[in-house]
């Protein structure tokens, strides 16, 4: 396992370069290096939506798609967008490296 290299924009526009481990969920790495805007209150089971993101397209399309009820929760959000995920629910990956993944800072 390495370590990937990828960028988190606070809800606040303030950019944080990050080194995560790969295998942790963007939830977990967010939560280990305090950025803002991702609380992660259910710890991971798809059921708060308080690690809600936004990635670029590309990167979007190159990852698997959520799942049914990852998708049901993106759902309810009322900032979802095409590009929206559930940080708990993608893994860090190579696919992520460089990335810059938008905080969106939903509320529980
Ligand atoms: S941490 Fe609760 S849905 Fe992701």
Redesign the pocket.
């Known amino acids: 396992m390495s370590d990937v290299d990828f960028t988190y924009i606070q809800p606040d526009g303030e950019e944080k370069q990050v080194e995560a481990m790969e295998g942790m969920t963007l939830?977990e790495a967010a939560l280990f290096n305090g950025i803002d805007g991702i609380?992660?209150?259910?710890?991971?089971?798809?059921?708060?939506?308080?690690?809600h993101v936004a990635l670029d397209k590309e990167l979007y399309d190159k990852l698997d798609a959520p799942s049914e009820g990852e998708a049901e929760?993106i759902a309810m959000l009322d900032d979802h967008g095409p590009t929206s995920r559930?940080?708990?629910?993608v893994s860090i990956s190579e696919a992520l490296r460089g990335a810059r993944i938008r905080v969106l800072g939903t509320e529980a």
């Open positions: 939830m609380q992660g209150l259910c710890g991971g089971i798809c059921s708060c939506a308080t690690c929760m559930l940080g708990c629910q």
